[in-house]
T-cell receptor, first 122, second 114 residues
Framework: AQKITQTQPGMFVQEKEAVTLDCTYD???????LFWYKQPSSGEMIFLIY??????QNATEGRYSLNFQKARKSANLVISASQLGDSAMYFC???????????????????FGKGITLSVRP | DAGITQSPRYKITETGRQVTLMCHQT?????MFWYRQDLGHGLRLIYY???????DKGEVPDGYVVSRSKTENFPLTLESATRSQTSVYFC?????????????FGPGTRLTVL
């Protein structure tokens, strides 16, 4: 089974409108973290937002918020007031395991979804 | 502030040749990673490292070798390149393993194997 599922086809949104990018995950570990990254056409990977499995509130970072529904195992990214510069590919990723340090690095790994392409229309 | 760099940025090679992709970070991060990005697959982990001389396989390690003799460097070697290894390769690093500590990515190396 895939650990991170991003199944939306290419998404389109009108400038200044909000858009939701879907992500579902699969893990049996009670301790995990969810990340969203943006990859513009220039190719770099840009970290957007993080949600921990024990966090009580949904994460927010400026125009980005994460709609975290633990029982449904979903971690959807919401972008408010879309801008033309938001056109990019977006990746959801998960890290499993406890602890901030690991001698082996086992809980440092990220598993990525296949990504969603977002196009913002003027 | 150089951050994390990769070289070369672009490489064309032939089947059967050995190729080494370099990754260098200036933050003294303990953890380093190599991913490959292919259309329809997202990013897949090849190898990772928790510290100098500590490395382990990721999801797709076959055909690749890594070493980490110094904290700041994490080279990835394709011992005998195959066409299926044509991809974009990203190196990443992080200070700590878990929690909200994100991985910081290099700019990527686009490798074409003919």
């Amino acid at each position: 089974a895939q650990k991170i599922t991003q199944t939306q086809p290419g998404m389109f949104v009108q400038e200044k409108e909000a858009v939701t990018l879907d992500c579902t995950y699969d893990t049996s570990d009670p301790s995990y973290g969810l990340f969203w990254y943006k990859q513009p056409s220039s190719g770099e990977m840009i970290f957007l937002i993080y949600q921990g499995s024990y966090d009580q509130q949904n994460a927010t970072e400026g125009r980005y918020s994460l709609n975290f529904q633990k029982a449904r195992k979903s971690a959807n990214l919401v972008i408010s007031a879309s801008q033309l510069g938001d056109s990019a590919m977006y990746f959801c990723a998960m890290r499993e395991g406890r602890g901030w340090n690991s001698s082996t690095g086992a809980n440092s790994k990220l598993t990525f979804g296949k990504g969603i392409t977002l196009s913002v229309r003027p | 502030d150089a951050g994390i760099t990769q070289s070369p940025r672009y490489k064309i090679t032939e089947t059967g040749r050995q190729v080494t992709l370099m990754c260098h970070q200036t933050w003294s991060h303990s953890y380093m990673f190599w991913y490959r990005q292919d259309l329809g697959h997202g990013l897949r982990l090849i190898y990772y490292s928790a510290a100098a001389d500590i490395t382990d396989k990721g999801e797709v390690p076959d055909g690749y070798v890594v070493s980490r003799s110094k904290t700041e460097n994490f080279p990835l070697t394709l011992e005998s390149a195959t066409r299926s290894q044509t991809s974009v390769y990203f190196c990443a690093s992080s200070h700590l393993a878990g929690g909200p500590n994100t991985q910081y990515f290099g700019p990527g190396t686009r490798l074409t194997v003919l």
